[in-house]
């Protein structure tokens, strides 16, 4: 007996040209973790809101075929009912709190159910204590970080343990290790507690390894359904921009794809590309790259010919009732260096990149920069306030976002897809780029890539190198920072622990690291699916010519 | 301002307790006619509010309210043709016509100007004291539609805030000149539309539409705490001791036609009272 089941599902939205589902049959048994691929607009979202029942009660449409979640057909039961069952996590965990304090946030959905005080007691403790939320209790939900009104809205979506757990891309706005954290809990409840997991990602290289199932979507059809081996070797043939980096490095040296880094590992290692028990490859030969960090080192010590294009000088900024939020931060970005900050939610990232465009100012030390500094902050929605994309920004500032011509500047700013936005956003902060004078020294992006499927990352990755000022990106994303950054920064607690090329950082972790890096145990310093392949071939050439 | 709990016997009494206490210095507020009485009850709440944590934001409010009070002191002073001592004599005055200022609305102004004020630091130390969310979760078992709405309201303050924060900061991020103020309104109005629906979605997949009928707060704890009991039994006294100052001619006061003030023992006695009644409560810190 499934504990999903959606027979036959087409759906509309109100006034939308064409279907966001269209004839979607799925089964999904009790106890199964499956994961919903797709790219961006492919329909996970209507899927996930289909088995919440909120489409079509709530969003109204036109809706056809049946959707049955814990033996409600959700054209009996509206959302309300199913909730009984179903706990549900969007993206956005501000719009998701509803009450004062996280305690009353934790027992709202369990009262709702109609359980007794003491269940609702024992419901908030367990499911505090599952996401070590329980110091947080008492505090207010106003006060909350983003990091952490996520976990409590996870919370409040598994307090009480649900049969079936429903969450749309949940580690959007969590570092890596957080987000690494909530997919192990969701392991945990869906093993522990034989909770039917469904999860919409973009990062599926964070929770592949953990799923039992893989759906994907396209145009709101199903295009695969399959176990999530099968489905990379699905998505090599058929989807590429859905591979995961370590499916697409396997892929690159002759081997099955596999989910997760150990099971990748273990491909390797079987295939002889991997020495056992050890993950010491070779470093690449060859010129080194150059290195911006060296170049900024020598800007301090006063022998760079061009002065850097930002600097912080022992900057600090402490909150007069409360922590510092950056301790003695010195950087300097040198001119066109595109750098990546990176660090656990709360490290001081957004700040640092708000007093790099003057939003805040130090209490101790001095930030300067050689012109001015462009911030896009992490809602491009908030800079729309004009009718038309053509009042937003100059023509000269559209075209290098791709926005140019009358296709774009008559229609409405909200209408836009959600990487148009961004990049609207990205041409207002950017302003004339036709007009030297004008042109920003330094562009800031904080968390930019947050929701974008692949594609978009890529393209939005492409765009910034071709900017032309130097560029430092807020980002919990390291395959978008290995992509675009020639620099990481890794802040912890105000202040930055670790500051040199991609490679050194990105590969040295185990949080902050790509999959390929994790994969390869940071051998070589190799950050891409491309960069692991060479040095595999580069290692088993080696091998080659020493055994001939 | 917005409720924070704190370590104070009001914070940890029951909401039904805390809506109780707040309503029964409201009622004293509006009871209240003699000067004596009416400046005791604002004493009191004032004095509650700094035994509960929030003095601070209560006497900033009592101090943004003070040009309300002589606001209100003037108007009165200026339409009301009543009483008979007549400080100024303005003559003709455009719109209001004869107009001669009488000592009697003036000081009548002044003491509606007071209960204003003093209204105002009873609705703030009732947000600031008293958890929203029990108080919704007592009105959701009397009236949903009223309690969801409620909900929604309050849920949106904070989130607007929020949003208006990020909105002003990313337009100081624009270069040149910043948009128009009709720009920016519709802007926030398009989000707030779009806010409104994000929560409405939330709490219909948080089974707020399940209609099932929520259980009483707190364990259902038949026996009440200490401070749960303290501040019913405040509220009741504050009630009662408003009413008999109401109608003991020991604190009677008229306006007009001249003032009339009695100011004995009886009336110094009665605002004694509402004071310590106000304040016996949080006289006990145990359990906070």
């Known amino acids: ?548 | 301002m917005i409720y924070r709990r704190r370590a104070s016997p009001l914070h940890a009494a029951r909401a039904a307790a805390g809506c109780a206490y707040c309503l029964a210095l409201a009622i004293a507020t509006l009871m209240a006619s003699n000067p004596i009485i009416l400046g005791a009850v604002t004493v009191a709440v004032l004095a509650a509010g700094a035994a509960a944590g929030v003095g601070r934001p209560l006497c900033r409010a009592a101090l943004w309210g003070l040009p309300v009070a002589a606001a209100i002191m003037l108007v009165n002073a200026l339409v009301t043709r009543d009483g008979l001592t007549v400080i100024v004599r303005l003559g003709n005055v455009p719109v209001l016509g004869h107009t001669d200022v009488t000592l009697e609305a003036t000081v009548y102004g002044a003491i509606l100007g007071l209960r204003a004020v003093a209204l105002i630091l009873c609705g703030l130390l009732y947000t600031l004291a008293v958890d929203p969310d029990e108080v919704l979760r007592l009105f959701r078992r009397v009236s949903f539609h009223s309690a969801l709405t409620a909900t929604l309201a309050t849920r949106m303050v904070p989130i607007l805030v929020r949003d208006g924060r990020r909105l002003a900061e990313a337009q100081r991020c624009r270069p040149g000149p910043p948009p128009s103020r009709l720009a920016l309104m519709r802007a926030a109005c398009t989000g707030v539309l779009d806010r409104a629906l994000d929560v409405a979605a939330a709490l219909e997949v948080r089974g707020y539409g399940a209609a099932r009928r929520p259980p009483p707060y707190r364990g259902g704890v038949g026996s009440y705490s200490r401070h749960d009991a303290a501040f019913l039994a405040s509220a009741v006294a504050l009630v009662a001791v408003s009413v008999v100052a109401r109608v003991d001619p020991a604190a009677a006061f008229a306006a007009y036609p001249s003032l009339r003030l009695t100011a004995g023992p009886g009336a110094l006695l009665l605002a004694a009272a509402l004071v310590v009644a106000a304040l016996l409560p949080f006289a006990d810190r145990r359990g906070l």
Not at chain 1, 57 to 70: E, K, L, Q
Not at chain 1, 181 to 196: P, S, V
Not at chain 1, 381 to 391: I, K, N, P, R, S
């Open chain 1, 1 to 548: 007996m499934a504990m999903v089941a959606l027979h036959g599902v087409s759906y509309t939205y109100p006034g939308a040209p064409a279907p966001a589902l269209r004839d979607v049959t799925l089964e999904i048994a009790p106890g199964e973790l499956v994961v919903v691929a797709g790219g961006s607009g492919s329909g996970k979202s209507t899927l996930l809101r289909a088995i919440s029942g909120l489409v079509p009660h709530f969003h109204g449409g036109t809706f056809a075929g049946r959707v049955i979640v814990a033996d409600m057909d959700t054209r009996e039961h509206g959302p309300g009912e199913v909730a009984q069952a179903v706990g549900t996590l969007f993206q956005d965990p501000e719009t998701q709190v509803v009450t004062g304090t996280v305690r009353a946030e934790l027992a709202f959905g369990l009262e709702n159910r109609g359980l007794s005080p003491a269940e609702v007691a024992r419901g908030v403790e367990e499911a505090a204590l599952a996401l070590a939320i329980d110091h947080l209790l008492d505090r207010s939900t106003a006060e909350l970080s983003g990091g952490e009104l996520q976990r409590t809205a996870l919370g409040a979506a598994l307090a009480g343990r649900p049969a079936v757990v429903v969450l749309d891309e949940p580690t959007s706005q969590l570092d890596p290790v957080a987000g690494d954290e909530l997919i192990g809990l969701l392991r945990r409840a869906n093993e522990d507690f034989d909770a039917t997991i469904i999860l919409a990602e973009h990062r599926l290289e964070r929770c592949l390894g953990a799923a039992d199932r893989v759906v994907a979507l396209a145009d709101g059809a199903i295009v695969c359904d399959a176990s999530p081996a099968e489905f990379l070797a699905w998505a090599a043939r058929a989807a590429p921009n859905l591979q995961t980096p370590g499916a697409r490095l396997l892929n690159a040296v002759g081997q099955s794809p596999a989910a997760g880094v150990k099971r990748a590992r273990a491909t390797l290692r079987r295939a002889g590309l991997l020495p056992d028990g050890r993950t010491d490859v070779e470093q690449p030969r060859g010129p080194a790259p150059p290195s911006p960090w060296r170049a900024r080192r020598r800007s301090r010590t006063g022998h760079a010919a061009t002065p850097p294009a930002l600097t912080f000088e022992r900057v600090w900024h402490e909150l007069r009732a409360g922590p510092a939020i950056l301790r003695d931060v010195s950087l300097s970005v040198a001119p066109e260096e595109r750098v990546a900050l990176m660090g656990r939610n709360g490290a001081g990232k957004s700040t640092l990149l708000r007093h790099a465009a003057g939003l805040m100012a130090p209490t101790r030390g001095a930030v300067r920069s050689a012109g001015r500094v462009a911030l896009l902050l992490q809602n491009p929605t908030d800079y729309l306030v004009h009718e038309t994309v053509a009042d937003e920004a100059p023509a000269a500032a559209l075209g290098p976002v791709g926005l140019a011509g009358d296709a774009f500047a008559a229609r409405h700013p909200r209408e836009l897809s959600g990487g148009e936005k961004q990049r609207l956003a990205l041409a207002i902060v950017l302003g004339d780029m036709g007009d030297p004078a004008a042109r920003p020294a330094v562009v800031c992006l904080d968390e930019p890539t947050r929701g974008m499927d692949r594609d978009h990352k890529q393209e939005l990755a492409d765009l910034l190198d071709g900017l032309g000022s130097a560029v430092v990106v807020a980002t919990h994303d390291p395959e978008f920072a290995a992509a675009f950054a020639q620099r990481v920064v890794l802040l912890a607690d105000g202040a930055p622990i670790a500051d040199g090329s991609a490679s050194e950082v990105l590969a040295g972790g185990s949080y902050f690291a790509t999959e390929t890096a994790r994969i390869l145990g940071g051998a070589g310093g190799a950050l891409t699916p491309a960069d692991g392949a060479a040095l595999i071939g580069l290692r088993a050439g080696a091998a080659t010519e020493a055994i001939a």
